[in-house]
């Protein structure tokens, strides 16, 4: 009886005991939030925080983008972000080939991650809710790219990563505008001499939020020095074509890099990848032509890629590439000529060499047109290369193959070149499913100097832009120039629905620039020759296509200015 009283103390205790430490657990729990404590504990942040896992230059992971089926390439979950492996190169981008020409859309494919761009992720409930990249193009001054380099013993890492949920980046709503006008191209009296390189040090700060008047002209003006460096470097760009990769080659200049155009008459706004996208949200951009056009196509997506990492949904027919927080799609289509291409025995003309049908326009592309709102055209150096031009079902002309000598030809490739822009210009601007905007990029100038690209012609040790009173003209690629320039203006004479064609003039401008080619940094042998020889003969090199980054960024500079001027009219951003 004596034990009974003792029990039932010990239970009054227990009772008390539970319910004071409920009460305790309750006000805990109110007070602190598990999720909170939680991720503190493994993050290092709470719930109103977001956790950085920034993707330094010995981790990235990279894959080769450009693949022959539709396939979507999104980014997929795993439950330790941090272990990234892949062998980094200081010198340029990876490209690791996908085996799989077969993956199905939204495939388990990795994507390139930008070194200096680390994307921003937000945990919640286990899911990747979010990702921004960045925007170097808005910070006062770039990251160099000496800056960006791996460490010594980055290459020995190998990481890979994969995410589980699909990869978006959000942009905040576009609330500004910019002062649009007309496209003038007409050459304004006082600038004759062309671009001028200039000294003049000024920031590209100076220009960001600059309004940009009506009707100027965009194509006379001067090259000014920017300290604040390029948009992208050859690091944070991984669908840059190795023979343009000039750093990653070991050129061992870079001030090539850092020029930027001046218009005289106004400013030409540094490029906002945000803005562009915004501007473009739900439109396509297709650049279609020559290795050239490729150039400029990829340097668009290297200046996109620093915001945002575009899903690859390219085929056997073009190039393509999504970017999903905006709808927008930038395509390439690989047309020699851009007129239509046979193969097959035409009259005297034998199989395997190219017959060009000078008055109709190239196929391959034609069929797409109606699916694109801008397009860029290259075109003009394949008329170097041999091919027999076919006009009103006639052979008519030739370039490096006429067999009957006793015939006079009637068309040389120059000739040919100005009939094919009418050709593919008015078949734009006469098609009754293609209403969109048409830039012609001009005759994109070389610089082999002393011969031609076979003949010892060379642009070696080129170092900063041509001075005043340096540019030597041309002469074949003024007559060229001349060409395309008649060509388009007898295209606009016979416009004929809603399209629309700008003439982008970039050719004297870039006359000055022989600094910007890759010349013998090709490729990245440690052993290529990039000194003139004993004899004085230079070294194989490139003289043509342009660095990147480099000049050729500024090609998309001026496309996102007519294309703002075309959907924004007279509107500015404000500064």
Sequence with gaps: MTAHPRSVSWIAVSVGGLAFFLFFASWILVSYPIGSTVRLYFYGVDSSQRVD????????????????????????NTSDESDLQVPVSSNGPLNVSMENNNLPPESNSQVPVSSTSPPVVELENKEIKDVTAPNPALSPVFTKEEDTKPSADSSN??????????????????????????NDTAASSDSKSGAVPSS??????????????????????????????????????????QMQNCQGNGRPDKEYENWRWKPSQCDLPRFDPKKFLELMR?????????SVARNQMESMLCILWQVEAPINRGNRKMQRYYFRSTSVTIVRIWSSWLVKQTSEPFDFAPAGVAKLHLDAPDDNFMEFIRTFDVIVLSSGHWFAKQSVYILNNEIVGGQLWWPDKSRPMKINNIDAFGISV?????????????????IVRSYSPDHYEGGAWNTGGSCTGKTKPLAVGELVENGFTKIMLDKQVSGFNRAVEKAANKSKLRLMDITEAFGYRHDGHPGPYRNPDPNKITKRGPDGRPPPQDCLHWCMPGPVDTWNELVFEIIRREYEGNKSFPS
């Design 53 to 76: 896992f920034s993707i330094s230059p010995d981790n990235q992971t990279i894959v080769d983008p450009r693949v022959d089926n539709d396939v979507d390439i999104v980014v997929k």
């Design 157 to 182: 890492i190998t990481k890979t990563v994969e995410i589980d949920e699909q990869v978006s980046v959000s942009f905040p709503n576009k609330s500004d505008s910019f002062d649009m006008g007309s």
């Design 200 to 241: 003049s040090g000024q920031s590209s700060n100076d220009t960001d939020n600059a309004q940009v008047d009506t009707g100027c002209d965009l194509y006379h003006g001067s090259w000014f020095y920017d300290t604040s460096g390029p948009l992208y470097t050859n690091n944070t760009c991984p669908v840059l074509t």
């Design 282 to 290: 739900g439109k396509t951009l297709a650049f279609i032509g020559d």
């Design 422 to 438: 009418e050709t593919i210009l008015t078949s734009l601007a006469t098609h009754p499913n293609y209403t969109g905007l048409t």
